[in-house]
């Protein structure tokens, strides 16, 4: 059996011969698929009823000659596929990438199905965060065995499959060279190859390939927002609908070619290529231990551009022109999404003038001093309006005295305002839309690898053990003990679900619940708290998300 490791690469070209197999599962007989690359063993876990295969490749290894291209087709092998372990993940740096086996060889994914398959199922398709620099499909926060296990409960079975894709240096090196080749963004292709991958083959697992839905948080939600928008909209029939949490397209991911020419120029030069007469095929022959040490994000931060193919022209153009796909989505972003470390100016945020100064040059270094001073009107110092939002007069000044109005302006810069426009957009198109805001604060009042100092709230990526519905408390994301705080994670998973199966995430079967409204009939939020779930008006900080969409253009989206 074909068995992946930690350093083992294969050519595009290899066939690899079948060795004993051995189940990992908990049953006596693996369950097998067959595909046109060859044969697939899995695992089944008669507690969950469920059929689980791990690092199947999708494309052929991306190392040698492969490096910094985009993704090739996988090749076929010879006798069994042993997909009963996680192989490596793509390299990667950060706390989403850490204490993780890595390696070059790592664009693969894993399915999840109900026991045995069927036929015809929809598809959930999940596409992880990270910052494009860490994440992995075998993170335990996003074991996919739970919502697989209550599709089936609930009586809308769905696959769930998780993708890995090429992450910082690796997948989003830009500079003139890669350009010239015609390899930017190769981390979005391999997505794309996923996708690809998964209508050519996912009914041989019992998939319906024309029911994917394709789903991601942050940077995933983010590449979910670029795959609505590649090829002006048209989306070859890869998917049917969409699920965006804490992302879009509009957002502070995406940079100009421009941006990265310097950079570049230092990695080639850093690993001794600059006078080479093709610096980047010097940069695919150079060791990897010393890439990955020249691509370390504290030294550079690597993120999709501008290419003119996958995303040709700045996405608030393209959502204007209504260049994108057309979709059912499920859309929201989290009430305090600005009190996140790495999106909240800590400890910086004194004065109106450190402000002024931060926006200038640091959080938004294109934006012009007079969308600053706009920012600083809209934002005042008021600490009632700002993030952590409904937290009155405390400005929890040990971060800053101005640290709430500076919060308030980069979360919503960050995720809400694109999630409204793009809400708004694709409604006024007649699409069905439904968008949410999560509310519900960390069980413990901190959330680890995102923040565990006050102030934390409805952060970013707090919604995660929600949708994962994963009762482990050995995550950071174990939703905590509450039976109320469970019984929303339970409304929300399954919502998730019910939106999956039937385009409508309504009919979760949970009695009770406030009814999810279409956002084109009623521009509005359904709210997700243990205390209380309900609908809003979607019109809160009217005029402030209202103006980053006039200045799009200023801050590189």
Known sequence: MFSRSLGFLVTAAALVTATPFKNNGSSTTA?????????????????????????????????????????????????????????????????????????????????????GGGKGLPVMVWIYGGGFSGGASADPRYNLSYIVNASVAIKKPVIAIGINYRLAGFGFLAGQDVFNSGNSNAGLFDQRQALRWIRENVGAFGGDKDKVTIWGESAGAYSVGYHLLANNGDNEGLFRAAILQSGSSLGPTLNSLGHFDEMYNSVVDILGCSNTSDRLQCLREVPYEQLFN?????????????????????????????????????????????????????????????????????????????????????????PALGCPFNTGSERFADQGYQYKRAAAIVGDYAMDAGRRQTSEAFANRGNKVFSYRFDQSP???????????????????????????????????????????????????????????????????????????????????????????YVEKDDYRKEQLNFWGTIWHEVGC
């Open 294 to 382: 020249a691509l370390q994000p504290q030294l550079y931060t690597w993120t999709p551009v501008v290419d003119g193919d996958f995303i040709p022209g700045w996405p608030s153009d393209r959502m204007a022109a209504g260049k994108f796909a057309n979709v059912t989505i499920l859309i929201g972003a989290n009430t305090d999404e600005g009190t996140a470390t790495f999106f909240g100016p800590r400890n910086i945020i004194n004065t109106t003038e450190d402000l002024r100064n931060y926006l200038l040059n640091g959080s938004l270094p294109a934006t012009t001093p007079s969308s600053v001073e706009k920012l600083l009107e809209l934002y005042p110092d008021d």
């Open 443 to 533: 069980w413990n009042g901190k959330l680890k690898d995102i923040t565990e100092v006050a102030p934390v709230y409805s952060t970013h990526y707090a919604e995660i053990g929600f949708v994962f519905n994963n009762p482990s408390t050995t995550i950071s994301t174990y939703v905590g003990p509450d039976p109320a705080v469970n019984a929303l994670s339970r409304l929300i998973s399954r919502s998730w679900i019910s939106f999956a199966h039937d385009l409508d995430p309504n009919n979760h079967g949970i009695q009770g619940a406030a009814k999810w409204p279409e956002y084109k009939y009623s521009a509005s939020n359904i709210v997700f708290n243990s205390n209380r779930t």
């Open 31 to 115: 369950p097998t698929v067959t595909i046109k690359n060859g044969t697939i063993a899995g695992n089944y876990l008669p507690s969950f009823g469920i059929d689980e295969f791990f690092s199947i490749p999708f494309a052929a290894p991306p190392v040698g000659n492969l490096r910094f291209r985009h993704p090739q087709p996988p090749s076929k092998w010879n006798g069994t596929l042993d997909a009963t372990e996680h192989g490596p993940s793509c390299p990667g740096f950060g706390p989403f990438s850490e204490g993780r086996p890595l390696d070059e060889d790592c664009l693969t994914l894993d399915v999840v199905r109900p026991s």
